[in-house]
Structures are given as C-alpha cells and as structure tokens.
C-alpha cells in the first residue's frame, strides 16, 4: 500500500485574539542615578562661612569699633548737611559731563574729520590727566586768568568777568567732575551706539524717517541696554570719587568725617559712618539702575 500525505489545506488560518500570547521583553533593570559628589565644594563654604561668622563676630564683640559713638555721630547735622554736599556734587558732575559726553561721543561717530579729531583730542586728554590734578587746576584758575571777557576774538571785549568771583570752590569741584566724566561717558554712549545693528538705521531710513527721529526712537532705546550697566558703574564711581574734592576743602562727606574725627580722635567710629552713607547711597543707586534696566528691557529676548 502507497503511502501518500494529505494535500496542504488552503484555508486561512485564523487567530483566536483570545488564545493569541504575545512575548514581552523583559524588563530592563532600573538604573540608579547618583549625582555628581562635590566634597571640596562643601569645604569651601564651609569655611567661607566660618570667616564671615568670625568676621560679624569681630564686629558686634570688638570694643574698638565703637559702635555707640558711630550712632551718636550718624544722623548729626554736620554729616547730613555734608552727604546732601556730595549728593550735589554727584548730580551736577553726572548731568553735565553726560550732556557734553553725549556731543562728544557723536562728533568721534561724526564724518566730519575735524570733529573726530577734536572729540579724540579732548578724550585722550582729560582721561590722561588725573582728576586731583584737573581739579587743582580749575580751583587755581584765577592765578593763570585774572579775567575772562566775552567779545571779538583777539579784538575788543564787550563783557569780563572776575574769575575769583566766577569760579569758587564749587563751581570748581563741579566743573573739574564734569569735564572729567565727559571724558568717559562719550566712550560709552559711542559704544552703545556702535552696538546697534546698522541694518536699524538703514531700515528707518529706507522708509523715510528723519535722521533725528531715528536717533531719538530707533538707535537711542536699543543702545541704552548697552550703555546703562557702564553709565551706572560711572555714576557710582563718580558719587564715591567726590571724596577727592576734600582737597579744596568743599565740605562734603569724607572732608566732614576727617573734621569731626580730628577734633575728637575717634577715626575709626568716624570713617565708618562715612561707609555707611556711601554703602547706603550706593546700593540706592543700583536699585534704581536695575529699574531703568528693566524698562528698557522691554522686548529683549535677554
């Protein structure tokens, strides 16, 4: 007898999703993140801590601080009257030599040749020369001029002054400040204007803007975030800086500090309310930069 198989069945075959088992991979063991260790890290704050700790301690338990004489000396009269002395100084110094920065910083921008080469000319200068020294100049202007006059250049003069009765102390603190911070303040509007895209300018000009409106509200707004950080590091090295001016005996605050603790010989106690005051005035300046920053911020991506 034959042995013959069966033909293949052509049926579909067919699932039972019932019956269907599908095989899962096993599970990967979970892995087990350990951050990064940072002893020294720790180490180091650890004694940062240590030292500032040791230092607030110096300053509460330290009897040479004199703490009861630095209140008793803080809000006098005399100190107030000299804080609002160099709050003046600072306000004028900062007003004028901004005003005169700015014009500076646009004739360097400027295609004139002239202008560029007076602009440097005043820049090097006074950058050059140390503010005591300007100072002591202006102060001492009435020994090299005794007078000045408004007229036909090397012709005859229609009004003079008396420059002793022009330029007192003052008016010389002020005026060697100012001309001084000119000097800087033109470098950074210069470069805050140099760090707007000139695509702006060309852009505004291309759909007829004035060239003083796109200054104004095209080129100024952006170069302001460039230039307010250095502007404020200015007015705040400015504002401590007019300390300098106790050499013509103005009686702002350090001239007032060194009076008092001349008189009395509690210098330590004394400087310290001089520090006070600046910390003080100080950090109300960053407060306000920081504010102007935030508003001129407006639509940076930053």
């Known amino acids: 007898m034959a042995l013959t198989s069966d033909p293949p069945s052509t049926a579909p075959l067919t699932k039972d999703p019932a019956t269907t088992v599908t095989a899962t991979p096993p599970a990967p063991a979970e892995l087990v993140v350990v951050p990064v260790r940072h002893p020294w890290r720790w180490v180091a704050v650890a004694a940062t801590a240590v030292l500032l700790v040791q230092f607030a301690h110096g300053l509460v338990t330290n009897p040479g601080w004199e703490w009861d004489v630095f209140a008793a000396f803080f809000t006098t009269e005399t100190i107030l009257q000299a804080v609002w002395v160099t709050l003046q100084l600072t306000f004028y110094g900062t007003a004028l030599g901004f005003a ?155 001239y007032q500090v060194q009076v008092v603790y001349g008189r009395n010989g509690r210098v330590v106690p004394l400087l310290m309310v001089a520090t006070a005051w600046y910390v003080l005035l100080t950090t109300a300046l960053s407060v306000v930069q920081h504010y102007v920053e935030r508003h001129y911020a407006k639509g940076s991506a930053r």
């Open 100 to 254: 005169i920065g700015i014009v500076l910083a646009f004739m360097r921008l400027s295609a004139n040749p002239f202008l560029r080469s007076v602009a440097f000319g005043y820049i090097w200068a006074f950058r050059s020369i140390p503010l005591i020294v300007q100072l002591l100049f202006w102060f001492n202007l009435a020994y090299l001029y005794k007078e000045l006059s408004i007229g036909i250049p090397f012709g005859p003069s229609f009004l003079s002054f008396d420059t002793m009765g022009l330029v007192g102390e003052m008016s010389a603190a002020v005026l060697g400040l100012a001309l001084h911070q000119a000097a800087y303040a033109a470098e950074i509007v210069r470069g805050g204007v140099l760090a707007v895209d000139e695509g702006q300018s060309e852009a505004a000009a291309s759909l007829g803007i004035p060239k003083l409106r796109q200054l104004r509200r095209i080129v100024l707004p952006q170069a302001m975030r460039s230039i307010l950080p250095n502007a404020a590091n200015e007015i705040i090295s400015l504002f401590k800086g007019t300390s300098i001016v106790s050499v013509m005996a103005i009686g702002e605050l350090f």
